[in-house]
């Protein structure tokens, strides 16, 4: 037997060995930190009364999805991420109009997301809670991740057992290391 074989198979087991505990620890961390977010309390929210300059619809691209901005005569972006009606918005939200809003501002990039808006006493943006809906999700998501993970590992185990440089091998160089000493 060479012993370029036999470093070739170990070589590939430490690398599929690797690669499934980096996809494990992967689906671990992204369900671990949908829990470990801070939920923001609609207490908590901040409180603005600003004048509409303009609304703007962006369609989803190939690497986004679509949003809906309203910028206000302060030239303040704020995009619009809660449940609203969109023929209602339109109707209601126009340029020069007052409106009363509460959002949330971000921790990544600070932009200011809208979770409810007033026009008058009319509530056109209402607060919605996703929490579920998004526990789901991220659970597929992650139980994916962890079961690509897994079939990797099990792959590499079973390509190790089958490999038939793995027992002759290892005992014949662990016989030459304790001849040498």
Not at 54 to 71: A, D, E, H, M
Not at 72 to 80: D, H, M, P, Q, R
Not at 117 to 146: Q, T
Request: glycine share 6%; net charge positive; with cysteine.
């Amino acid at each position: 037997m060479s012993n370029k074989l036999y470093y070739r198979d170990k070589k590939i087991w430490q690398m599929t060995r690797n690669i499934a505990i980096v996809f494990l620890l992967l689906g671990i961390l992204l369900i671990t930190s949908f829990f470990a977010s801070p939920k923001i309390d609609y207490e908590d929210f901040l409180q603005d009364t600003i004048v509409v300059r303009s609304l703007k619809f962006y369609t989803g691209g190939r690497y986004y999805t679509s949003v809906l901005i309203l910028k206000s005569a302060e030239n303040i972006n704020y995009s619009i991420s809660a449940d609203y009606d969109p023929y209602e918005l339109r109707e209601y939200v126009k340029p020069g109009v007052e409106v009363e809003i509460k959002y949330i501002e971000g921790r990544i990039f600070h932009f200011k997301y809208i979770k409810e808006l007033i026009v008058g006493d009319k509530l056109i943006v209402k607060p919605g809670d996703h929490s579920k809906s998004n526990l789901i999700s991220i659970s597929i998501i992650s139980g994916i991740i962890e079961l690509i993970g897994t079939g990797i590992l099990l792959l590499g185990v079973w390509c190790r057992k089958k490999s038939h440089y793995t027992k002759e091998k290892t005992l014949e160089l662990k016989e030459r290391a304790r001849l040498k000493k």
